[in-house]
């Protein structure tokens, strides 16, 4: 039997590059997704691309309040696995008065999840054989910092430590952890690379940066039969870039 025959997979952030790489690879391994975006732009670009309208749902959501989470999960069959790639990435404002920058990048990567991981425990359907599965978009720059995105770099630290707490809290029932992706080829990425490709290739031992589905693959593997056994990680994809 089709390990996903019956599952569905929540992805938020699901219009991203990212995003529609790790649908892509669930709809291949044989589960339903429902991808929720703040674009409805996006979503539609990404549900055309996926091109399976039986087995793809979209879901115009910000994320933003426990209404909002309390929709992502319900507005449709539960999910057996959410994964969580919402974010938002941009420069530190100069003006070191303004927090607005930093109060909307703790919303957008760290909040929300703390509120959906939270959600999912408490409405899970599963089991210690069969439990749930919460995968976090983690980043490279919790390991090193990034040089002009210290709200970006702390938030993805904040994740880091939801998912080692969330690991103790949620177990049995959920198994909670996490990608940390290097530099990816998105549109995220697409200014960072123009403005320091050479500085970063030179830090990657393998010398290219990764395809959105080389992230996808490995979320798709944290959620399914094969790690059983493997909760509280944070698994680096960044072509060996950290340990180098």
């Given at each position: 039997m089709n390990f996903y025959a019956d599952k569905t997979v929540l992805i938020t952030g699901g219009g991203g590059g990212i995003g529609v790489e790790t649908a892509r690879v669930f709809l291949a391994a044989g589960a339903k997704v429902r991808l929720a975006d703040l674009s409805a732009d996006a979503l539609a670009r990404a549900a055309e691309a996926l091109d399976a309208p039986?087995?793809?749902a979209i879901q115009v959501n910000d994320l933003a309040d426990q209404d909002a989470c309390i929709r992502a999960l319900e507005e449709g069959p539960t999910p057996y696995a959410v994964v969580h790639l919402a974010g938002l990435s941009l420069p530190d404002l100069d003006d070191t008065a303004d927090l607005s920058l930093f109060d909307a990048t703790m919303a957008a990567n760290v909040r929300n999840g703390y509120q959906l991981g939270r959600l999912l425990?408490?409405?899970?359907?599963?089991?210690?054989?069969?439990?749930a599965r919460l995968v976090f978009a983690c980043s490279l720059a919790f390991r090193r910092g990034g040089l002009d995105r210290i709200a970006y770099s702390a938030a993805k630290g904040a994740i880091a430590g939801m998912v080692r707490a969330m690991t103790r809290r949620f177990a049995p029932v959920v198994h909670v952890n996490a990608v940390a992706p290097g530099i990816i080829l998105t549109p995220m990425t697409r200014q960072l690379i123009a403005e320091r490709s050479d500085k970063l290739m030179a830090e990657i031992p393998i010398r290219?940066?990764?395809?959105?589905?080389?992230?996808?693959?490995?979320i798709e593997?944290?959620?399914?039969?094969?790690?059983?056994?493997?909760?509280?990680?944070?698994i680096n994809v960044d072509g060996g870039t950290i340990h180098s």
């Open positions: 039986d087995r793809v425990h408490a409405r899970c359907p599963g089991t210690p054989e069969l439990p290219r940066f990764a395809e959105p589905r080389e992230v996808a693959t490995v593997f944290l959620c399914g039969p094969a790690s059983s056994y493997v909760n509280g990680q944070i």
